[in-house]
T-cell receptor, first 113, second 114 residues
Framework: AQSVTQLDSHVSVSEGTPVLLRCNYS??????LFWYVQHPNKGLQLLLK??????LVKGINGFEAEFKKSETSFHLTKPSAHMSDAAEYFC???????????FGKGTTLSVSS | EADIYQTPRYLVIGTGKKITLECSQT?????MYWYQQDPGMELHLIHY???????EKGDLSSESTVSRIRTEHFPLTLESARPSHTSQYLC?????????????FGPGTRLTVL
């Protein structure tokens, strides 16, 4: 069955340091993959998406992710964290039928000054 | 401004009450979805719709029901709320014709059943 695993439930960084949020997927085919961010009391917002084009995907707010088929990974990175990056981040894949999104359990990112 | 709205944002209600969670979008999207998210857990799809008069059950079984009488409106109803229904409910929409099935989410309704 298709699944998405976020390896860390909570990541803490200092402002100005790099961010790495890890995600592994399990699928018998090459899926479409997404990262969504959820700020407190706000709806989920799409950060970036991978759809079998370039393996390095750039998103909003300086985030990017690299699709690595050999490692079945789609880790999210940012060179320098900002206080406003503190939020919940979800790694998501699209099911094979294209009818539904499959969510990971989320990673809470904390940024300290 | 095109957006997706959910009301109420928070609801605390007693067992046995009938409730309807509202979701409306002004983006002209054909597809709409309802997800359920328990605290600290991933989102699970409970209902979706391809358009007017189309409703389908999602991956997670739910006692709720939905209707799609108008393109922009996709309400979710619980006939008799129970404590096990306590959760966050997120509504989303997407364009059938768009690439990569990008979904736009509302702010969610946090439901507590006492």
């Amino acid at each position: 069955a298709q699944s998405v695993t976020q390896l860390d439930s909570h990541v803490s960084v200092s402002e100005g340091t790099p961010v790495l949020l890890r995600c592994n997927y399990s699928s018998s085919y090459s899926p479409s993959l997404f990262w969504y961010v959820q700020h407190p009391n706000k709806g989920l917002q799409l950060l970036l998406k991978y759809t079998s084009a370039a393996t390095l995907v750039k998103g909003i707010n300086g985030f990017e992710a690299e699709f690595k088929k050999s490692e079945t990974s789609f880790h999210l990175t940012k060179p320098s964290a900002h206080m406003s990056d503190a939020a919940e981040y979800f790694c998501v894949s699209l099911n094979q039928a294209g009818t539904a999104l499959i969510f990971g359990k989320g990673t809470t990112l904390s940024v300290s000054s | 401004e095109a957006d997706i709205y959910q009301t109420p944002r928070y609801l605390v209600i007693g067992t046995g009450k009938k409730i309807t969670l509202e979701c409306s979008q002004t983006m002209g999207h054909d597809k709409m979805y309802w997800y359920q998210q328990d605290p600290g857990m991933e989102l699970h799809l409970i209902h979706y719709s391809y358009g007017v008069n189309s409703t389908e059950k999602g991956d997670l079984s739910s006692e709720s029901t939905v209707s799609r009488i108008r393109t922009e409106h996709f309400p979710l109803t619980l006939e008799s709320a129970r404590p096990s229904h306590t959760s966050q409910y997120l509504c989303a929409s997407s364009d059938l014709k768009g690439a990569a099935h990008e979904q736009f989410f509302g702010p969610g309704t946090r439901l507590t059943v006492l």
